[in-house]
């Protein structure tokens, strides 16, 4: 009874963790998206986070307190960023020894660059800005890197995204490795990729930046959750751009 | 760059309709329907013990109602077992499937056994995602305040569901 019971546990835990372990492929979440989600993504006109994509554009374009704007450095419309740096983002920030994310980038720039009041992390503007940068890489190939001095980043993210916890007692991984393309009621769940972020939500009809979505997750599971731009989620965000190393970016992307 | 102003009408009406659907199943928003989830009175945790893999006795000797067990199973701020498991109650559509249907539970497990699932199934599997409805909230980690100490379900709301699902046969 014991080893039955054994056994039995370990094919329950063990060899569907196994498996997965070594067949990961990345799939966005426009995997699970609904044909008329897909479409809505998919058409400029009809995507509504594209109103996010010009909000940032002219955020792009404005002069900051100093007179000069993003587009003095990166060219009018963002022509000059280097399009192929922009698949890298978390990357590594020599300056702080930590990893950076295009909106930690986004914030250094106007605040050293532009003399900008620093802005809130996943303010509407820095939401706007992240969205406009990431959008010119669309269709790009995400391309983070997890070796060198990002590893030991990347490893926290990891164990941030493995650990149980709240009142339901679920670890990230629970839903979004053991159980993809379940129903969680009416909602099929992914792989909680982010390679469509800042992603347009119909849930709340607005464009949801990355650790917003972290928290709107912890937050249902009745979970202490981090401010926005914390280490803790900037690690996660490293963990989880890396785990969808190979995917295109689909910024704006349209999610429920 | 010049596009088309799209406002919510020309979303797919359709489409609109669904994501209504879907934002009562998955707002965004810390949902009020949370709140009033609070668990009952201050009620003291009662302690329990299993053995052979099922709870025999009630939770503080409580007396389930099967009714009221009834609608906890799908009442999205409660025991919300909808969202995991079908169950045999026609208005509660859409159910999840991250768990077995709990269909004919009643004939397959003891009332005892089916006591210690919905208390803390990690006692079973340790890897379940099956939340633990009486699980000791000293093994809980990074609870949000308002939920610190207390357990997802009252001894009452336990003993109520598993006075129903006793009934699935």
Sequence with gaps: ?256 | MLRYPVTSKSLHPGLSFFAALLWLVNSGQPVPAADATLPAADEPYYEWSMENLSITKSLGGKQGDAMRGRKLSWDRGKGNCIACHALPIPEAEFPGDLGPPLIGVGQRLTEGQIRLRVVDSKQINPLTIMPGYYRDPKLLQFVKKMYRGKTLLSAQEIEDLVAYLVTLR
């Design chain 1, 1 to 256: 009874m014991k080893t039955l019971r054994a056994l039995l546990l370990f094919a329950m835990t063990a060899l569907p963790a196994l498996s997965l372990a070594q067949s990961f492929t990345p799939k966005s979440g426009t995997e699970w998206l609904s044909e008329e989600a897909r479409e809505m993504q998919d058409d400029e006109f009809a995507n509504p986070g594209y109103f996010t994509v010009d909000r940032g554009l002219e955020l792009f374009n404005a002069t900051g307190t100093n007179g000069k704007s993003c587009a003095n450095c990166h060219g009018a419309d963002g022509e000059t960023l280097d399009i192929a740096r922009l698949t890298r983002f978390p990357v590594f920030d020599p300056l702080t020894q930590k990893p950076m994310t295009l909106q930690g980038r986004i914030h250094a720039c106007s605040q050293q660059h532009l003399g900008n009041a620093p802005m809130k992390y996943d303010s509407k503007q820095a939401i706007a800005l992240e969205t406009f940068v990431r959008n010119l890489a669309r269709g790009e190939i995400i391309d983070v890197e997890t070796d060198g001095p990002l590893a030991p980043f990347v490893q926290k993210g990891k164990a941030y995204f493995e650990a149980r916890r709240g009142q339901m007692d679920m670890a990230c991984s629970d839903c979004h490795v053991n159980y993809v393309g379940s129903r969680l009621r009416a909602q099929v769940l992914s792989q909680g990729q982010l390679n469509g972020y800042p992603t347009y939500r119909l849930a709340n009809q607005r464009v949801n930046a990355i650790h917003q979505r972290f928290s709107q997750c912890e937050n249902r599971l009745r979970a202490t959750f981090q401010k926005a731009g914390a280490d803790d989620y900037v690690n996660l965000e490293l963990y989880l751009m890396s785990r969808g190393n190979g995917l295109p970016i689909e910024t704006p992307a349209v999610r429920f």
